[in-house]
């Protein structure tokens, strides 16, 4: 056995090259076994990613934009509101039909056109772990500090070129290092990580917000203070805090199939991430605000950042009741950056890699690649080296709406939710996702489109002057790239079909990889799936082989 064939990961004997480049056991359909998430599930999940210190310092730079604590907070509302409905359309084929976003994206962008989508998001994954591991690394100084005060005065004996210190080196390295086994674990085990994280965070969010309160006697000036911008500086104010909101959740609404494709049933991934969305990063956002008013009054000036707010509690002597509770709401911190890093980044790479390296890399391999990034990017130099680093990722994560809206126009308009399953992982010619080589020119048209309306705008958001109008259009960016590209997509695909186009078809989840592109074999293929009861009746063997629909339904 030669050294490339003990590196691969398991897969059937016999396959030939070109099936080892489309499939492996985590880009086939998710087995029964697997489909463990349930509606609480992914309550847990987004109650557990919406508490950490991303969104706890979000309201900061929407009040430091001149808005009062209210307006943030509608905006808030509002932002989250806007972006949760595209992360439940976006994980319906997911969770319907048991695929990660790899293998979705190939239905619109094609076999082979899809992997730079996934090179796209498993790149921006790998280097948003380094920096998320990066803070965390400092919730893990701070509950260090509260536990030992020396480890504060740590000597130096790495050299200024390294951009840290021995101390946060050291901080830093002991949060990438316990986030390793977590990494390990399936994805339809870790969800029990995030039902964890869902009861410590907002038990540590709550035991904050009561301590500053208590500690201020009072919910602090921020809260009386009004709004300092007017008009129509306010009206774009706005505009500008919501799609912050809306940019942090980007990368998510796009790889949104992965955690759905685990989903029990698809209405486990439909209203209970409707719902928790909004209401978790919300109320959050909420605890942010009036924990930093309260600081103002404490020490006469609103410090936004939690991990800084922790630290002026451990200066000057604390008591022992003062360091438990920095240390245990610290340590509730660190879980919180840790699911936050395995939800948003870890597994999205995992999935990412998968598909671009299906023969040698699985998820947990993926994922394992995404934290040794991580780690020998040295995160610390980029936070340093410009403080609007995090800026320019979340920025550019935006054009990722273009991805997203060619998906999304891609299932409920053209295919009108028919699927071929098998063509998914068959390269042969005839195939519905074959296109032109393996890749979907028409998508790729509609993709750059959406790019290029946005990309005057980006450009003024790296400190370019561009005129007012492109910077209109980009501070609209997730809207303005996802319309563009899904107008310009369905209008090439009424010019130029592509196989097995159903856009003036009634609207059926359905798979038809046993059946023809004839109308009347699509209408056996529908006939034999519906029972009585409007439910799919093929049994679960042949779900498992991919050869009948997942599910079936009618608009």
């Not at 490339?4 to 030939?16: A, D, F, R, S, Y």
């Not at 046993?514 to 293929?525: F, I, L, Q, R, Y």
């Amino acid at each position: 056995m030669s050294v490339l064939q003990k590196l691969e990961v398991p897969h059937p004997p016999g396959l030939t090259y070109r099936q080892l480049f489309l499939s492996n056991d985590d880009l086939a359909p998710v087995p029964p076994e697997k489909r463990q998430w349930r509606g609480i599930n992914f309550i847990a999940f987004w109650i557990a990613d919406s508490f950490n210190v991303n969104t706890w310092m979000i309201v900061s730079s929407m009040v430091q934009l001149g808005l009062s604590w209210w307006q943030a907070w509608i905006c808030v509302w509002l932002g989250y509101g806007f972006v949760a409905p595209f992360i439940c359309m976006n994980a319906r084929p997911g969770a319907i039909f048991h695929i990660t976003f790899p293998v979705v994206a190939r239905t619109s962008f094609g076999l082979y056109g899809s992997l730079w989508c996934t090179f796209n998001r498993g790149v921006m994954a790998c280097i948003w772990y380094g920096v998320q591991a990066s803070i965390g690394g400092d919730c893990m100084k701070v509950m260090l500090r509260a536990i030992w005060p020396s480890v504060n005065n740590i000597p130096n004996h790495l050299p200024e070129s390294s951009g840290t210190t021995t101390r946060d080196f050291m901080c830093f390295f002991l949060f990438w290092l316990i986030s390793l086994p977590a990494i390990w674990f399936p994805i339809h085990k870790i969800r029990h990580l995030f039902t964890l994280k869902s009861i410590v965070a907002p038990t540590a969010g709550i035991t904050f917000f009561i301590w500053c309160i208590v500690k201020a006697k009072g919910v602090g000036p921020i809260i009386s203070r009004p709004g300092t911008i007017h008009g129509s500086e306010l009206g774009w104010g706005m505009v500008v805090s919501l799609m912050s909101c809306i940019s942090n959740m980007a990368t998510l609404v796009t790889n949104a199939p992965d955690f759905a494709s685990r989903a029990r049933t698809p209405s486990a991934a439909l209203w209970p991430q409707f719902w928790s969305v909004p209401i978790g990063f919300s109320l959050v956002s909420f605890v942010g605000i009036i924990v930093s008013s309260s600081s103002e009054t404490i020490y006469g000036e609103a410090i936004w950042s939690p991990i800084d707010l922790l630290n002026r509690f451990l200066d000057d002597n604390p008591s022992s009741a003062t360091r438990f509770g920095v240390w245990f709401i610290a340590a509730s911190f660190i879980i919180a950056q840790l699911g936050t890093n395995i939800s948003a980044n870890s597994i999205s790479a995992g999935c990412d890699l998968t598909s671009l390296f299906p023969r040698f890399i699985n998820i947990r391999r993926g994922g394992y690649v995404a934290a040794i990034v991580g780690l020998v990017m040295l995160p610390w130099n980029l936070l340093k080296s410009s403080n609007q680093f995090t800026s320019y990722l979340s920025a550019y994560s935006v054009f990722l709406s273009s991805i997203a809206g060619v998906m999304i126009t891609e299932y409920y308009v053209i295919r009108r939710g028919r699927y071929r399953i098998a063509d998914l992982y068959n390269s042969d010619k005839t195939g519905w996702y074959y296109y032109t080589y393996g890749i979907n020119l028409r998508a790729y048209a509609a993709y750059i489109s959406g790019i290029l309306i946005n990309v005057v705008g980006f450009a003024g958001a790296t400190g370019r002057d561009v005129p007012l109008a492109a910077t209109r259009i980009y501070q609209m960016s997730f809207f303005t790239g996802f319309g563009i590209s899904m107008l310009i997509y369905i209008l090439l695909n009424i010019l130029f079909p592509v196989p097995g186009s159903s856009i003036r078809e009634g609207f059926w989840e359905v798979d038809l990889s046993d059946a023809t592109d004839t109308p009347e074999a699509v209408e056996s293929v529908i006939g034999r799936t519906i029972g009585n009861d409007g439910t799919s009746s093929i049994s679960s063997d042949d779900k498992k082989q991919g050869n009948a629909s997942v599910s079936v339904q009618e608009a």
